[in-house]
């Protein structure tokens, strides 16, 4: 398997290089634009065994996120705005002082996990 890249650049900055890569990876056709389909196929590809939910409903929150056009393709400059705005926002989330490192990870997987508990919850209660 070969590798692109680190998504972060060394100041935490998104890298925009390697986020263009990873788009080019995952477009399956000629179209250079990302279908609800092959988003599908990315979010199964990365095999989420901790967490349970909906893959239709993450196809949908990336799609909201990302398809600023609304066309209902994620374009390449949309995937690279969308990926920059959430590695910021991951960032953002957990107080680390310094390098990124397995304690950051651990802290947003955690606080992702109760987030995702709490839409659970929050459907559950709608039923």
């Given at each position: 398997?070969?590798?692109?890249?680190?998504?972060?650049?060394?100041?935490?900055?998104?890298?925009?290089?390697?986020?263009?890569?990873?788009?080019?990876?995952?477009?399956?056709?000629?179209?250079?634009?990302?279908?609800?389909?092959?988003?599908?196929?990315?979010?199964?590809?990365?095999?989420?065994?901790?967490?349970?939910?909906?893959?239709?409903?993450?196809?949908?929150?990336?799609?909201?996120?990302?398809?600023?056009?609304?066309?209902?393709?994620?374009?390449?400059?949309?995937?690279?705005?969308?990926?920059?705005?959430?590695?910021d926002?991951?960032?953002?989330?957990?107080?680390?002082?310094?390098a990124?490192?397995?304690?950051?990870?651990?802290?947003?997987?955690?606080?992702?996990?109760?987030?995702?508990?709490?839409?659970?919850?929050?459907?559950?209660?709608?039923?």
């Amino acid at each position: 398997m070969q590798t692109l890249g680190r998504l972060l650049n060394d100041d935490g900055t998104p890298n925009e290089q390697v986020i263009r890569k990873l788009f080019r990876k995952i477009v399956m056709d000629e179209s250079r634009s990302l279908s609800r389909a092959e988003l599908h196929a990315l979010i199964v590809g990365i095999n989420f065994e901790e967490v349970d939910f909906d893959r239709t409903d993450a196809v949908d929150k990336v799609m909201d996120d990302f398809d600023t056009s609304r066309n209902d393709v994620v374009e390449e400059e949309e995937f690279v705005q969308g990926m920059g705005k959430w590695l910021d926002e991951a960032r953002r989330s957990v107080p680390v002082g310094g390098a990124f490192s397995s304690k950051f990870i651990h802290e947003y997987h955690e606080r992702t996990r109760q987030e995702h508990d709490e839409l659970v919850d929050r459907s559950d209660e709608a039923v």
